[in-house]
């Protein structure tokens, strides 16, 4: 990425948003029509397990009307698959690690059978210290466990902008797969593979997805989380991390 991409990176994830579409619409509802939340069914259904993604900007849909938010667009791949789960978002703009792991407890006041966590991506960006982003998600995956203890846990790769040098980079890109090894849960790729960098596929900020680019951004969620969704709708028990 150049310079100036990861300047408006920084400018464009580093804020809260108050522009988004769908951050505040979307944030913890079920993206799955006529489901109840609280209980992860539809009429007439068998139970659905729940999936919920506690993320960024990234996943609350920023800029995007809440229909292209990748998340709303990820239910509708695994419904097209038949897969029996309902996806919520829970994204919030703006957020660090630190800032999930205090909002962890709320998002967990209604059960969850998967926890999807793509956090960090603004520690990269504030140049937060890569071992105070592990220790963040080590601690969020207790809290989440402390709370449901049969929640299957999923880690989303986030990566740091270049312009902080390989060093950084490095560091803050191994804090995620020594997380997971810690704490004995799946490490998913990266994100945004394939549409980090791409001008066609982001918005005028050139770094949130534009439409195309959440839609690769679903599919790259749909393939990394196939296998889970698999088991879950075969009846598979939930066990812990």
């Known amino acids: 990425m150049a310079a100036a991409f990861v300047a408006t990176f920084s400018v464009a994830c580093g804020q809260p948003d108050v522009k988004s579409k769908g951050a505040d619409r979307t944030a913890g509802k079920s993206t799955a029509g006529d489901t109840n939340p609280a209980t992860g069914q539809t009429a007439g259904s068998a139970r659905r397990a729940r999936v919920v993604i506690l993320g960024t900007s990234l996943t609350a849909g920023y800029g995007l009307d809440p229909a292209d938010a990748y998340p709303t667009l990820l239910q509708q791949l695994a419904d097209s698959a038949n897969f029996r789960v309902t996806i919520l978002n829970a994204g919030l703009s703006g957020e660090t690690s630190a800032g999930a792991l205090r909002r962890a407890t709320w998002v967990l006041d209604q059960p969850a059978d998967v926890m999807v966590l793509e956090v960090g991506a603004n520690d990269g960006l504030r140049g937060v210290n890569p071992s105070d982003t592990q220790a963040n998600i080590e601690a969020l995956v207790d809290t989440i466990l402390g709370k449901q203890q049969t929640a299957r846990i999923v880690l989303v790769q986030m990566e740091a902008p270049p312009n902080l040098g390989r060093d950084y980079t490095t560091?803050?890109?191994n804090a995620y797969g020594t997380a997971a090894k810690n704490k004995n849960i799946l490490l998913v790729p990266f994100l945004l593979d394939s549409v980090a960098?791409?001008?066609?596929?982001?918005?005028?900020?050139g770094i949130h997805p534009n439409r195309n680019g959440s839609r690769i951004v679903a599919r790259n969620m749909f393939r990394a989380l196939t296998p889970l969704f698999t088991a879950l709708s075969a009846g598979a028990p939930a066990t812990p991390n």
């Open 197 to 205: 960098g791409v001008g066609a596929l982001n918005q005028n900020d």
């Open 171 to 173: 560091r803050f890109h």
